[in-house]
């Protein structure tokens, strides 16, 4: 018989949840991983995790952005908000990663301008988190996060299975289309070419 994890509370229920999905995610992983190599898998998985947190990012949404232009703000929404930036900083960064290893990893990309502030953004997530007064439990009947919604979870890990299923069949070379980003992202101040701190040899 089985439990409908969406009305009942209990703390064996978040157990069992966790439960489940690490186990169908393991198995999963390891019977695709008989015929995929590991370099495939992991870009497999990183499109798998783009996916979950694209959804979290639409379902906190409107609870994020009502937060930020509360003209009062209310100590759940310092945490929602947090919750949000900090999936968003998730989100590029997982897609900087795939995009990463389809491009062939080149290293002047792993070392671009844009990087930083995608961290960042999960920096000012952290702040946000830090200085929630009090957001902990519910507040006038409320619950400190926004509501549950199975649905959306159902079609971001379907839209995952369908981008790994066409990544399987076309492998894509995004390398070519990479290359051309590089002068615009590579490295604006051109680090290590200026010798501005060279001391220069004694005769």
């Given amino acids: 018989m089985f439990v409908n994890i969406y009305a ?3 703390p064996e229920t978040l157990r069992s949840i966790i439960i489940w999905a690490a186990a169908v995610l393991f198995i999963g992983y390891q019977i695709l991983n008989a015929f995929v190599s590991n370099e495939d898998m992991i870009i497999y998985v ?3 995790d783009v996916a979950a947190t694209a959804v979290a990012l639409w379902i906190f949404a409107p609870d994020a952005w009502g937060g930020i232009i509360r003209k009062s703000p209310e100590p759940r ?3 929602i908000v947090g919750i949000w930036l900090k999936f968003l ?3 590029l960064q997982g897609i900087y990663a795939i995009v990463y290893r389809l491009g062939g990893a080149p290293r ?4 671009n301008e844009l990087l930083p502030g995608v961290i960042m953004v999960g920096v000012i997530a952290v702040v946000c988190h830090v200085l929630a007064p009090g957001a902990i439990g519910a507040h006038d009947g409320r619950p400190a996060v926004p509501r549950r919604n199975q649905y959306g979870l159902a079609i971001g890990f379907g839209c995952a299975v369908l981008m790994v299923g066409a990544l399987i069949a076309s492998k ?3 390398q070519p289309w990479l290359e051309r980003t590089r002068p615009y992202i590579g490295d604006w101040w051109r680090t290590g070419e200026l010798h501005l701190w060279k001391v220069p040899a004694s005769s």
């Avoid at 002047?108 to 070392?111: M, R």
């Fill in 8 to 10: 009942d509370n209990r």
């Fill in 46 to 48: 990183r499109i798998l």
């Fill in 77 to 79: 929404d310092f945490l």
């Fill in 89 to 91: 900083s998730s989100e």
């Fill in 108 to 111: 002047w990309f792993l070392n």
């Fill in 172 to 174: 894509p070379d995004v």
